[in-house]
């Protein structure tokens, strides 16, 4: 049997749900996938998916398998790349994730000047506000804004943002300037929705709970409805940094701001940075670190 092609075959298996959709995304028969797995199986001498007529979920034991033959297959590609030359000069597709704003900025300029810098390469570029695992999604690298818990992956910091109540001139004209926190129960408030939790807003020294009139789940949508004047809402710096310096918005309470949050780029640190990585990150630093709205600090 051949073992990363078995490795492969079980990934694909996992993240489809099926062995019919693994096979399609694979480009093999249903039954040799089917054939793969069994023999994988009888190997381990364990079972690693859950099989029903309708549904293929893994056991327990195939979620810490899925999570350690992801990082085998991407050190064991990192290997290959890097007898090939790949550390040095860039190739192949990179994966890379942002959040959803961050990344439509900011992300996408730099991907066009990376694509026209190498030929040989290709870019997947998921924008998501989530977290994600890099190794568990087969992500090469990320742009992560908020303080970092302790990890193996090289982390660079290119800046920061602070996070921002803000309104229009005439919605603050017409309602008031809020002094404190407390006073923005007086006032219409648009939020993110918090996943079904009460929302509460952080500032320096203390948590409000608020009682938002208007609640979305878009942040673009949220500094819309602000622009329209309907009433403040909270969002980071950068999302706003244009509307700020063109007096579309305006920030409020910046002396009860929260300390800013950190903006790192980051990637896997095991063994040699294949040259695609090492590429875009050296681009991004120097585009971002470079940009007056992620400098907070």
């Known amino acids: 049997m051949d073992r990363f092609r078995a490795l492969e075959v079980f990934i694909a298996v996992a993240d489809a749900g099926s062995f019919a959709a693994a096979a399609r995304a694979l480009s093999i028969s249903a039954p040799s996938v089917?054939?793969?797995?069994?023999d994988?199986?009888?190997?381990?001498?364990?079972?690693l998916f859950n099989r029903t007529?309708?549904?293929?979920?893994?056991?327990?034991?195939?979620?810490?398998?899925?999570?350690?033959?992801?990082?085998?297959?991407?050190?064991y590609k990192a290997a290959n790349d890097a007898v090939r030359g790949a550390h040095r000069v860039p190739t192949g597709q990179l994966r890379i994730t942002a959040p959803t704003l961050f990344?439509?900025?900011?992300?996408?300029?730099?991907?066009?000047?990376?694509?026209?810098?190498?030929?040989?390469?290709?870019?997947?570029?998921?924008?998501?506000?989530?977290v994600v695992n890099l190794f568990e999604e087969g992500i090469d690298l990320a742009i992560r804004i908020g303080h970092l818990p302790d990890s193996s992956l090289v982390a660079t910091k290119i800046g920061s943002v602070q996070q921002i109540v803000c309104g229009t001139p005439s919605y603050l004209a017409k309602y008031g300037?809020?002094?404190?926190?407390?006073?923005?129960?007086?006032?219409?408030?648009?939020a993110l929705k918090?996943?079904?939790l009460r929302t509460a807003w952080h500032f320096a020294n203390d948590n409000l709970r608020i009682k938002p009139r208007l609640e979305f789940s878009s942040v673009q949508a949220a500094i819309d409805a602000a622009k329209m004047g309907v009433g403040l809402t909270r969002v980071l710096s950068y999302q706003i940094a244009p509307d700020l310096e063109q007096g579309n918005l305006q920030a409020v309470l910046p002396e009860?701001?929260?300390?800013?949050?950190?903006?790192?780029?980051?990637f896997g640190g095991s063994g040699r940075v294949p040259g695609k990585v090492r590429a875009f990150a050296d681009i991004a630093i120097q585009e971002?670190?470079?940009n007056p709205f992620l400098n907070s600090a």
């Open 34 to 38: 089917t054939r793969i797995i069994g």
């Open 288 to 290: 971002l670190r470079g």
């Open 194 to 196: 918090p996943d079904g």
């Open 103 to 130: 990344g439509k900025i900011y992300i996408t300029p730099i991907i066009a000047r990376y694509l026209n810098l190498y030929e040989n390469t290709t870019v997947d570029a998921a924008y998501l506000d989530r």
């Open 40 to 47: 994988l199986e009888a190997e381990l001498g364990v079972t």
């Open 53 to 75: 007529t309708r549904l293929v979920s893994l056991t327990a034991v195939g979620k810490i398998y899925l999570e350690d033959t992801r990082r085998i297959l991407h050190e």
């Open 256 to 266: 009860f701001a929260p300390e800013p949050l950190p903006i790192h780029i980051v």
């Open 177 to 190: 300037v809020p002094i404190t926190p407390k006073d923005l129960n007086n006032h219409t408030l648009i």
